[in-house]
């Protein structure tokens, strides 16, 4: 094996705040490693982009279903967290896209790599 000496202390970084979050929930006392990923709570999801509003940074999209959510195949618009993600997506691009909430709202936070784009005709 073989490790970097940043990526040793990356890990030792980590390992060493595993005890503070360890305190941070009761709810995998047995597998400590799931609370470093519960700490991100996007959702992940994908869908067709329909429209891009950049002043508004809002994206119409139209999702597949979301079971985490409970919602269907729908078209509805996302609010960006940052206008600058409208630059990331265009119209006609198949997407995947990560959520996380904003009040009683769901917000883009992040774009995946686009999965399939359209040829420009
Ligand atoms: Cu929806």
């Given at each position: 094996m073989t490790m970097s000496f940043s990526a040793a202390l990356q890990l030792a970084l980590i390992m060493a705040s595993v005890p503070a979050l360890a305190f941070a929930?009761?709810?995998f006392p047995d597998m400590p490693g799931t609370k470093i990923a519960a700490a991100t709570t996007a959702i992940p999801a994908t869908g067709v982009v329909l429209k891009v509003d950049r002043d508004n940074a809002m994206v119409k999209i139209n999702h597949d279903p979301i079971p985490v959510l409970d919602w269907p195949r729908m078209t509805m618009p996302f609010h960006l967290k940052?206008?600058?993600?409208?630059?990331q997506v265009k119209e006609g691009d198949t997407v995947e896209f990560f959520l996380e909430k904003f009040g009683s709202d769901y917000i883009i936070v992040k774009f995946g790599k686009p999965t399939s784009t359209k040829a420009s005709p």
């Open positions: 929930g009761e709810v940052e206008r600058a993600l409208a630059d």
